[in-house]
């Protein structure tokens, strides 16, 4: 377990060490106002971290700290129950309780409360979410943005320091799931209270999360704003379980704090160094790159001749293969250079819009000329 460093901006400070048979989590991180994604493979630990954190499981070792109070130390002694914590959970799947009321189901964690008190908060949660009306049902009579909102409220009434959120959209059907995604955005922009949200899903880390933590393997691997982590993996490792394409291999020609040379497939590339994290390998040093599809620009056959002045990393070949993906294409290349393939049966994939497969009329021509600015080849630390 790494120690982290805590500054005044910091409202959750985890520390924790678990081991169960066959597997060891060894998390540290911290985060400050918004949502933090855990973002991994299934197996990661992202769960067991959350699990810890509501103080369903204990760490061996390990310390939690949420808005400044202590909930574990497990040196020095300290652990809260988990209902002195003050946080909410939405379980995987809601956990609704089908035998109580929408309004009984909002108020189960206000039973200490007066009922005076409890019935105002009650009303105040089903406003806020745009269930008025809607106490006297029962879940199973509502529809899935409507026991979405009923799980959050019942977090919620509490008024919690910090929200968690276990996998909440992973039970629903893809059309479901990307319309409830953007209400839960919504949700927890109103409401402003800061939340850890676990997924597998990066597009929904991504649109969820203000931060985001990648699990592997029990560990923390990278811990980044979504922005830095999209253009900045910090590893080809990431880039892999972040999803990314177009990861490749090459050897260094040159590389200087602005700019990297990289020998590939016969070519030579030219790529922008990091600004804020110059990467200076030395020259014939092996490195990992990617290139991301939709950055790719195929070459107009009707505006004459490819000028290597305007057209940066000139590349020739084929499409080999293609796939329709609704609003774009997937077209996947094998350049002219002899040598094999990059990446299975191709060198690239490159993604176009309909429209411009249209345009282009690119069933009808296989062969094109690419072009690459130097700004979208990605170098990857090793």
């Known amino acids: 377990m790494t120690a982290t460093a805590l500054n005044a901006r910091d409202r959750l400070d985890v520390r924790l060490r678990k081991q169960l048979p066959g597997f060891t989590l060894d998390v540290a991180w911290t985060a400050g106002d918004g949502v933090v994604a855990l973002f991994g493979p299934s197996g990661a630990g992202k769960t067991l971290t959350l699990q810890c954190l509501a103080g369903l499981v204990r760490p061996d070792i390990g310390r939690i700290v949420v808005d400044g ?59 806020r979410l745009g269930l008025d009306g809607l106490g006297e049902r029962w879940p199973r009579d509502l529809s899935g943005g409507q ?17 968690l959120l276990d996998e909440p959209l992973s039970a629903l059907d893809l059309p479901l799931r990307q319309a409830l995604r953007e209400e839960l955005r919504r949700i927890l922009e109103d409401w402003a209270i800061p939340a850890v949200i676990v997924t597998h899903d990066f597009t929904e880390a991504y649109r969820l999360g203000d931060r985001i933590v990648v699990y592997e393997a029990g560990h923390v691997v990278q811990d980044a704003p979504r922005d830095e982590l999209l253009w900045r993996p ?3 490792s990431v880039a892999r379980i972040i999803g990314i394409r177009n990861i490749l291999h090459g050897i260094v020609v040159k590389a200087v704090p ?9 070519l030579t590339l030219e790529a922008v160094n990091s600004p804020t994290h110059a990467y200076l390998p030395p020259p014939d040093a092996p490195i990992a790159f990617f290139i991301r599809p939709e950055y790719v620009r195929l070459i107009r056959k009707d505006r004459g001749p490819a000028d290597p002045r305007h057209h940066m990393n000139l590349m020739a070949g084929v499409i080999v293969a293609q796939e329709d993906w609704g609003t774009t294409w997937r077209l996947r290349v094998r350049l002219d250079e002899p040598g094999s393939p990059a990446q299975g049966d191709c060198d690239l994939e490159v993604e176009v819009p309909h429209l411009v497969y249209e345009i282009l009329e690119i069933d009808q021509d296989r062969r094109w000329q690419f072009s690459i600015h130097r700004g979208s080849i990605h170098p990857l630390p090793s």
């Open 69 to 127: 109070r202590v909930c574990v130390d497990t040196a020095a002694g300290i652990e809260l129950a988990p209902q002195q914590r003050r946080l909410g959970y939405v379980f995987q799947g809601y956990a609704l309780f089908p035998h109580l009321t929408v309004a009984a189901n909002v108020a189960f964690g206000l039973r200490d409360r007066p009922r005076a008190e409890r019935d105002a908060r009650v009303r105040t949660v089903l406003a």
């Open 258 to 266: 602005d700019r990297i040379q990289i020998r590939w497939r016969g």
């Open 147 to 163: 026991r979405q909102r009923v799980a959050l409220g019942r977090a919620l009434a509490i008024d919690p320091a910090l929200l």
């Open 234 to 236: 910090a590893s080809e």
